[in-house]
């Protein structure tokens, strides 16, 4: 059989070679001048490949549409991925937070394996095609139109497999194109919207991530609150970081992914109702706090409070918590009263930056929305609309945390869609 499959990104890279280990000649088509142009950029360029936890628990952390993986996650699971790449000469290891990384901290060392296995299994790659439709015949994939070089071709193949991604990076190729073939055979497209995105800070709190841009915390606990009920919508642990216009890094993009699914999301952050709360002392309770801020006190009390923070905060933080604290910042530390000092310990449990939304599409590591999954067959990834036609990766209406989670999704997707 020919297979033709759409797109040069982990899932379509995956797709392809099942395929061909399945014994169809296949071609990967893709629009930029090289494959793999995303999966570079991933884990900030050195590739967070996947998560070292049970594959039985990855559906947990995908929020959505997780429960429509569970057959693909078990067909090809996080070990698999590692066996492959390892069989092949490159060495993983694993990182804070069950995140499996190759030993070179290079994407391109992953990319170029999956380049030496097409290359073994003599998939056809044609660079700079752009497909334009998916052509049907009697409600079958028969083949694909395409532009090579401003000139409309017609590919005709058994199976199609469309593995196009989302709308995230566009510089890499993800523009979206995937979602108008899908439609124009019949597919419904759920609302596109950013996921594992940076958020954008309100107000005075705006001001403050200004000041703090740059500034890496680790170790953090954080909170996103809904203010209008005091209900927590999600909560985390580990590393995020202040930039110009807000927050971002790891629990935050994580955190994002679950604030875009939370009701009347929009209404609430346009009326000032959620809240990111950080917790800078996770380990100490607020009574272990204040006395460790009683014995730095004690060591410096005849400074000026502004320098008696040093061991106890990063230098970028200390302006911001003062002013937060309304404690004259020139006021000797021995006078200090005990309420002032409940309030600091208050402050550095619970920092709070007001939060005003999202930041764009094009910023979101992964795409939420995509090809309705009531219309994709789980087992299989072919269409429900139209026979011999598959589908793989982020183009589908599925996006988890961050972690290696997305990764995941691409491969396993992939290799369903190449196998069948």
Not at 377 to 382: C, Y
Request: charged share 25%; proline share 3%.
């Amino acid at each position: 059989m020919k297979v033709v499959v759409i797109g040069g990104g982990p899932a379509g890279i995956m797709a392809a070679l099942n395929a061909s280990k399945c014994g169809n000649e296949v071609i990967l088509l893709e629009k930029m001048n090289s494959i793999g142009k995303k999966l570079l950029i991933t884990g900030k360029g050195r590739c967070n490949i996947t998560s070292s936890i049970p594959i039985d628990e990855f559906i947990s952390n995908v929020p959505g549409n997780g429960m429509f993986l569970y057959s693909s996650f078990f067909k090809f699971t996080n070990k698999d991925i590692i066996n492959l790449l390892e069989s092949e000469g490159l060495k993983v290891k694993e990182e804070r937070g069950h995140r499996i990384f190759p030993v070179t901290d290079s994407a391109k060392s992953v990319l170029d394996v999956f380049l030496k296995l097409l290359k073994k299994q003599k998939v056809k790659i044609e660079l700079n095609t752009k497909v334009e439709k998916i052509i049907v015949n009697e409600g079958k994939a028969i083949g694909v139109q395409c532009l090579f070089c401003n000139n409309v071709k017609k590919i005709f193949a058994d199976k199609v497999i469309l593995a196009t991604g989302g709308k995230s990076y566009p510089l890499t190729g993800s523009t979206g194109d995937g979602y108008e073939i899908a439609k124009k055979v019949g597919h419904t497209i759920t609302k596109i919207k950013p996921s594992l995105v940076p958020l954008t800070a309100g107000k005075e709190s705006a001001k403050i991530c200004k000041k703090l841009q740059g500034l890496s915390l680790k170790n953090v606990a954080i909170q996103i609150k809904n203010k209008e009920n005091n209900k927590v919508i999600y909560e985390d642990f580990g590393e995020m970081l202040f930039t110009h216009w807000g927050v971002s890094g790891p629990i935050i993009l994580s955190a994002s992914s679950h604030l875009l699914r939370y009701k009347n999301v929009e209404t609430l952050l346009k009326n000032n109702q959620i809240y990111l709360t950080i917790d800078l002392k996770p380990a100490l309770s607020e009574k272990q706090l204040e006395e460790r801020i009683m014995r730095d006190f004690a060591k410096e009390q005849n400074k000026e409070f502004k320098n008696s923070l040093n061991s106890l905060l990063p230098q970028k933080m200390i302006e911001p918590v003062i002013e937060l604290s309304k404690i004259d910042k020139s006021k000797k530390v021995n006078s200090i009263t005990k309420e002032e000092r409940k309030n600091l310990v208050n402050i550095l449990k619970n920092f709070n930056v007001l939060l005003q939304g999202f930041r764009p599409i094009e910023e979101a590591i992964v795409t939420s929305g995509g090809i309705s999954v009531k219309e994709i067959n789980p087992k299989t990834m072919e269409s429900k609309i139209i026979k011999g036609l598959y589908f793989a990766g982020e183009i589908i209406d599925v996006d988890a945390y961050t972690g290696g989670f997305n990764l995941q999704i691409a491969y396993s997707t992939g290799y369903v869609a190449g196998q069948n």
